[in-house]
T-cell receptor
Framework: EPEVTQTPSHQVTQMGQEVILRCVPI?????FYWYRQILGQKVEFLVSFYNNEISEKSEIFDDQFSVERPDGSNFTLKIRSTKLEDSAMYFC?????????????FGDGTRLSIL | GDSVTQMEGPVTLSEEAFLTINCTYT??????LFWYVQYPGEGLQLLLK?????DKGSNKGFEATYRKETTSFHLEKGSVQVSDSAVYFC?????????????FGTGTSLTVIP
């Protein structure tokens, strides 16, 4: 069964540095998402992406964050000037249709640790 | 705004016990409802879903019924196994302009002991 893959599985970065989290969505999917889960807290929506542009973003997704689909397969989340509070598990998801009754398929996540 | 409230954990059960994890939701429209499961070290996997009132989602012995009158989507299983130990997330999805935005509960950790 096709799956969403994320790399790296664990990223350790010094505060103030930039990180890029990578995702390869399921190949025929058109809608892409990033979520964040701070340890012990709920999974929070960051951003959705369709047709090469951001379609929705949450209050968390400020100017520090950006997303890009640099080619036909990758979907990246860039975090500039990282802060301690950016430490979390970041999940990428994709769906084949944007319909509200379709499930999103999630990757295994990237654990980001900011020192 | 939309939100999901889940029964707090952790929950510890003996093998073959009956499981209920409560989930209630608040939504402005007519959402779809989902249960996702997260096994240790893994991502979120879809467990089951229901897209309209009175629908029952089921998978791997788990069931949940979409109750519009009580805005609930409680997860149940008649006889849990050690392999069911995981974190369970209730989620709702409402259509946004393009794509669909998910709202997750806080997750309920389940440990099943032999």
């Amino acid at each position: 069964e096709p799956e969403v893959t994320q790399t790296p599985s664990h990223q350790v970065t010094q505060m103030g540095q930039e990180v890029i989290l990578r995702c390869v969505p399921i190949s025929n999917h058109l809608y892409f998402y990033w979520y964040r889960q701070i340890l012990g807290q709920k999974v929070e929506f960051l951003v959705s992406f369709y047709n090469n542009e951001i379609s929705e973003k949450s209050e968390i997704f400020d100017d520090q964050f950006s997303v890009e689909r640099p080619d036909g397969s990758n979907f990246t989340l860039k975090i500039r000037s990282t802060k301690l509070e950016d430490s979390a598990m970041y999940f990428c998801a994709s769906s084949g249709q944007g319909a509200w009754n379709q499930p999103q398929h999630f990757g295994d996540g990237t654990r980001l640790s900011i020192l | 705004g939309d939100s999901v409230t889940q029964m707090e954990g952790p929950v510890t059960l003996s093998e073959e016990a009956f499981l209920t994890i409560n989930c209630t939701y608040t939504a402005t429209g007519y959402p779809s409802l989902f249960w996702y499961v997260q096994y240790p070290g893994e991502g979120l996997q879809l467990l089951l879903k229901a897209t309209k009132a009175d629908d029952k989602g089921s998978n791997k012995g788990f069931e949940a019924t979409y109750r519009k009158e009580t805005t609930s989507f409680h997860l149940e299983k008649g006889s849990v196994q050690v392999s069911d130990s995981a974190v369970y997330f209730c989620a709702l999805s409402e259509n946004i302009r393009t794509g669909n935005q998910f709202y997750f509960g806080t997750g309920t950790s389940l440990t099943v002991i032999p």
